[in-house]
Nanobody, 124 residues
Framework: QVELVESGGGLVQAGGSLTLSCAASGRSFSSYVMGWFRQTPGKEREFVALITWTGATTNYADSVKGRFTISRDNAKNTMYLQMNSLKPEGTAAYYC?????????????????WGQGTQVTVSS
């Protein structure tokens, strides 16, 4: 059983920073891709960033490139999303996700495991 638990969401002013964490448990994640997605009410869940568990590959949505950084700490089985220069349109519930295999997976349906989400609100 894979469990993903996000934390670190909150309220931040536009231009500010926030770091999200995703603690993973249940198995070895050495062959997994981990991703961050976000969703606002009435809209589809959208890809934000991904990282292979080895950290060799990362990928970002164009909307966050240059402002967000995804990373992981294998010793802690934890993935992070450092978000800088936040914009009001970044307000959403942020979810971490995991799947086996290597590749660039940007669709929610390509992931097998999900966390419960953490809310990020960016005020203008």
């Amino acid at each position: 059983q894979v469990e993903l638990v996000e934390s670190g969401g909150g309220l931040v002013q536009a231009g500010g920073s926030l770091t999200l964490s995703c603690a993973a448990s249940g198995r070895s994640f050495s062959s997994y891709v981990m991703g961050w997605f976000r969703q606002t009410p009435g809209k589809e869940r959208e890809f934000v960033a991904l990282i292979t568990w080895t950290g060799a590959t990362t990928n970002y949505a164009d909307s966050v490139k240059g402002r967000f950084t995804i990373s992981r700490d294998n010793a802690k089985n934890t993935m992070y999303l450092q978000m800088n220069s936040l914009k009001p349109e970044g307000t959403a519930a942020y979810y971490c996700a995991a799947r086996r295999g290597l590749g660039i997976f940007v669709l929610p349906g390509q992931y097998d495991y999900w966390g419960q989400g953490t809310q990020v609100t960016v005020s203008s």
